[in-house]
């Protein structure tokens, strides 16, 4: 994918500084790994931090808005130059919105006395900004089906937004509807990019023609995971929603996009880990919804079917996602690095000891989260070993990028 030729002055001359997949894909990786030790250690009685909410607030809502917001935003202001032919953010606007994502990090793990709504206000403009600079791309190419991404944006700053004042009232259902949101939100921008970028770079790898959309399918599969998106929304907001039909309706997302990913000829893949791991991930975010269902209906705690969804479906699916962008926007050859290809099957592993497994045998939760956690951090460490030079380092082509 070649960037629009543009001049290159001043601080966009930094690498890093170049694209926004670049500062966002390292620092969210990074980010994640010392997340995930703090995590670790909480378990077994080590308080690390104090941060602005408490531990559990603060994994939570990191995962989500801290490390998950900072690899779609990453993707998203990559992508939308090659959508629409126009220079994306980039030089001091791009590090001054790294900036802002990095304050927040900061300040919520160590708040040093700031009041909540200061911290509230630095942590939540991060998503707006970064749908402005997108927005003003997508409306001057007048691509307006690409402009879809701008209010999911928005919308995944108000269940930022819920969490926060959950805290700052001290209401509990705000956190808990709000990071519901947050994650499902995620998912749905999952299924979004992975219904363009999966049958895509199967078909490129393979050499075979990409399989023409079924209107209907196509239909049903994005509109019942927005459904399902709408609806917790309305939770959050007050609106009394019945838990079967939402149940429901993540029961046809679930088999819909399980219908649409066996279309793309995953079995073709298993040579490929950055193949076979976007369609598994895709898959476990039907996994996910299924397991939402039943958890909705009484078979047990919404926070597994949780897990299989944040780890199995979007952090895995970020994991290839990120190996393969950050390869072809670096003027690099596409393939599997070694070592990613046992990254991702760590993280499907932990997705399945954090949510199935841990459904069937809850004894053993100790187990299970310890070497979920050990899991996340390997295979983002690998990514950061393979990655993190390239991401600092002008394109091996000579372009710009």
């Not at 190419?141 to 969490?163: K, Q, S, T, Y």
């Not at 499902?184 to 199967?202: D, E, N, Q, S, Y």
């Amino acid at each position: 994918m070649n960037s629009p030729s543009a001049p290159v002055s001043g601080l966009t001359r930094l690498p890093v500084a170049r694209l926004a997949f670049r500062p966002f894909f390292l620092l969210s990786s990074l980010f994640s790994v010392l997340a995930m030790v703090v995590w670790f250690a909480f378990w077994h009685g080590d308080i690390l931090l104090r941060p602005h909410g408490g531990l559990m607030w603060w994994h939570q809502h990191e995962m989500i808005f801290g490390f998950g917001a900072a690899v779609v935003v990453g993707f998203l202001l990559t992508a939308v130059q090659n959508w629409t032919g126009r220079r994306s953010i980039s030089g001091a606007p791009l590090l001054g919105l790294v900036g802002v994502w990095l304050a927040a990090r900061l300040l919520l793990a160590s708040p040093m006395g700031l009041p909540a709504w200061l911290l509230a206000l630095v942590d939540v403009a991060f998503l707006p900004l970064a749908a402005l600079a997108m927005g003003q791309l997508v409306v001057r190419a007048r691509l307006w089906r690409n402009l879809m991404f701008v209010p999911v944006l928005l919308l995944l700053a108000l269940a930022n937004l819920a969490m926060h004042l959950g805290v700052i009232q001290g209401k509990l259902p705000l956190i808990r509807e709000g990071g519901y949101l947050g994650v499902l939100l995620i998912a749905v921008l999952m299924v979004l990019l992975g219904g363009r970028v999966i049958p895509f770079f199967t078909s490129l790898k393979l050499g075979r023609p990409k399989p023409a959309p079924i209107a209907w399918l196509e239909t049903l599969s994005l509109g019942s995971i927005l459904m399902v998106a709408v609806l917790q929304l309305l939770i959050l907001l007050g609106v009394p929603v019945a838990a079967g039909l939402l149940a429901l309706a993540m029961l046809v997302a679930a088999v819909a996009n399980l219908l649409r990913l066996g279309r793309w000829e995953g079995y073709r893949t298993l040579h490929e880990p950055l193949l076979w791991g976007l369609h598994l991930s895709y898959g476990f975010i039907s996994l996910g919804l299924v397991m939402w269902a039943m958890a909705l209906m009484g078979a047990f705690r919404v926070e597994l079917a949780l897990h299989a969804l944040a780890i199995g479906g979007i952090a895995a699916m970020m994991l290839a996602m990120m190996s393969r962008v950050s390869l072809g926007h670096t003027g690099r050859a596409i393939r599997t690095l070694p070592g990613i290809g046992v990254g991702l099957g760590l993280m499907f592993a932990g997705a399945l000891l954090r949510s199935p497994i841990l459904a069937l045998f809850p004894q053993i939760t100790h187990w299970t989260y310890n070497l979920s956690i050990l899991f996340w951090c390997i295979a983002y460490l690998i990514f950061l070993l393979h990655y993190t030079l390239p991401l600092l380092s002008t394109r091996v082509d000579g372009k710009d990028g």
